[in-house]
């Protein structure tokens, strides 16, 4: 008996869906709720799991092929046909021939070479450099979980996005020494900074030869948009054209933060556990100033302007797939504590693929952290239907002209922030933007947070 599965609904507004990547061919067998396939829509990326159990029978939908919500993925079936074919490849290459060429060559040479001679022999002699497996002399500390991943790295190479090769290139990191955890041993971004802190001595070799930087894979390559891609770009355009942007900037003084954060990131962590950076105390500002600057946090739908009634705070997140914007609601009323820990929770299921459609949704202003990879700040494009986004850079310790309390000016050394709001001029005007920011940057500098920390 053969059971049909579909495209389900991943949002209320969600009406089709592009699959991106199949994580089950033609004959393999699926549990129930393990993960069949990748799909994306415009609002999130996801994974549709299994309802039933058996073996995949026929895949109806090919990779970047767009269908309706409703419509029929792939076709499970019993695994009474296909149950005895699948027992013998696993077993051995006897039937190798009968169930299907690729997984043959695959799985026994893998298996038979790499495992026991070169993992045994890699401590105990020089000749085994020669295999490309032992050449790392990671292989020593971290032999036992390495067994288990050169029979998959040639079968899910594909699963490596170019943002994790780049970065385990930039890292010196063997890709095929590295365990995944991700779905069907995909290797996460995670799992090469773990096994760049793990090999100490030997992940610092290649830091510091200084070597000249890698070749990106993707060099002199073609590939398709994802569907993610093809939905920013046309939100960002469709944004551009359709209102009036530009971008006003302040410069912070945050030391009074910085030393708040050092006198009590112990106790925070230990009663949150999660650390405590500038980026609840940049979201708390910036949306106790909303209340009083309602312009900043409102809409424009034909000739309505409307101004919400909470300040719902849409926060960029950067994953392998693309830029994603979860949401903290009523920002303004939480303490740092739950702002923190909502970050934290929020950021790790955007990157693992494992937020709900409606978390991305209902946003009426916008945070990014561009100072993530040492911007000191940059001119953030608004999303419709928002009318303003805020752009927090990277902070910096510099020599700073100061005037004490006896009206002296000297320099010292502080700990300095741009702050870059863009907005659309249709609504917002640049006196409207610069009082904003001027209110933001007065909370911040006076630093008066202690009511506000909730532990």
């Known amino acids: 008996m053969s059971e049909s599965v579909v495209l389900p609904a991943l949002g209320e507004s969600v009406t089709e869906g592009t699959v991106t990547r199949w994580l089950k061919k033609v004959g393999d067998s699926v549990n129930v709720d393990e993960p069949l396939v990748e799909v994306s829509t415009d609002k999130v990326d996801t994974e549709i799991p299994s309802p039933v159990a058996g073996v995949i029978e026929q895949i109806l939908v090919q990779e970047d092929e767009t269908v309706q919500v409703g419509a029929v993925l792939v076709i499970i079936g019993s695994g009474s046909g296909s149950a005895a074919p699948a027992a013998p490849a696993a077993a051995a290459p006897v039937a190798a021939p009968v169930v299907a060429a690729p997984p043959a060559p695959v799985a026994p040479p893998v298996i038979a070479a790499p495992v026991a001679p070169p993992i045994v022999a890699a401590p105990v002699a020089p000749p085994v450099a020669a295999p490309v497996a032992p050449a790392p002399v990671v292989a020593a500390p971290i032999s036992a979980p390495v067994i288990s991943f050169p029979s998959s790295s040639s079968a899910d190479a594909g699963y490596v996005t170019p943002l994790v090769r780049k970065f385990a290139q930039d890292s010196g990191i063997d890709l095929s020494r590295v365990s995944g955890t991700g779905v069907g041993g995909r290797i996460r971004k995670e799992d090469v900074m773990a096994a760049t802190s793990a090999p100490v001595g030997t992940s610092s070799a290649p830091t510091a030869a200084h070597v000249p930087t890698p070749v990106s894979a993707l060099r002199g390559t073609s590939e398709p948009m994802s569907r993610l891609r093809k939905v920013l770009a046309e939100r960002a355009v469709a944004s551009m054209i359709s209102s009036a942007q530009l971008t006003t900037v302040v410069e912070v003084d945050v030391t009074r933060i910085a030393e708040m954060r050092k006198n009590i990131q112990a106790r925070f962590t230990a009663a949150t556990g999660t650390k405590l950076n500038f980026m609840p105390f940049f979201f708390l500002a910036s949306a106790e100033a909303l209340r009083s600057h309602p312009k900043l946090n409102a809409s424009i739908e034909g000739e309505t302007i409307h101004f919400h009634p909470s300040e719902n705070i849409s926060f960029a997140v950067d994953t392998d797939r693309g830029l994603l914007t979860p949401v903290i609601r009523d920002a303004a009323s939480l303490s740092l504590a739950q702002i923190a ?115």
């Open 341 to 455: 820990q909502q970050i934290a929770d929020l950021a790790s299921r955007t990157r693992e693929n494992k937020l709900k459609p409606d978390e991305m949704m209902g946003g009426t202003f916008t945070l990014t952290n561009t100072g993530s990879r040492g911007a000191l700040f940059d001119t953030p494009v608004v999303f419709l239907p928002q009318v303003a986004i805020l752009g927090t850079g990277v902070v910096q310790k510099r020599p700073v002209v100061i005037t004490g309390s006896d009206g002296q000016e000297s320099i010292a050394i502080r700990s300095m922030v741009y702050l870059a709001l863009s907005y659309d001029h249709r609504l917002v005007d640049g006196a409207d933007a610069s009082s904003y920011l001027v209110d933001v940057k007065a909370r911040l500098e006076e630093a008066n947070f202690q009511n506000n920390l909730g532990i």
